[in-house]
Nanobody
């Protein structure tokens, strides 16, 4: 089994910054892509940013130039550095990881999700 644990959410004023962290733990053999999604009330979950094991990153247009995704492969951790936050960035942010892990005597590759961390941008 693999667990993704997020941290770093909270309340911030417009124009402020936050950094989210997500650590994957368990009987992990390999972590492929990692990423962040978000879901605002009444809206569908959407991709914010993703990064592969080689460090190539992909961003949604609405965060380009404001958010930066990074990862520490040795610690199976991904970060989302968020700058110039706007009220419309308010949402639950979910960590996502594509992982191969051991379980029940075999290795399988599965997509895992964290439980989410709330980011509120408000004055």
């Amino acid at each position: 089994q693999v667990q993704l644990v997020e941290s770093g959410g909270g309340l911030v004023q417009p124009g402020g910054s936050l950094t989210l962290s997500c650590a994957a733990s368990g009987t992990i053999f390999n972590v492929y892509s990692m990423g962040w999604f978000r879901q605002a009330p009444g809206k569908q979950r959407e991709l914010v940013a993703s990064i592969n094991a080689g460090g190539d990153a992909n961003y949604a247009d609405f965060v380009k130039g404001r958010f930066t995704i990074s990862r520490n492969n040795a610690k199976n951790t991904v970060f989302l550095h968020m700058n110039n936050l706007k009220p419309e960035d308010t949402a639950d942010y979910y960590c996502n990881a594509d992982v191969s892990a051991a379980g029940a005597g075999f290795i399988s590759r599965t997509e895992y999700w964290g439980e989410g961390t709330l980011v509120t941008v408000s004055s």
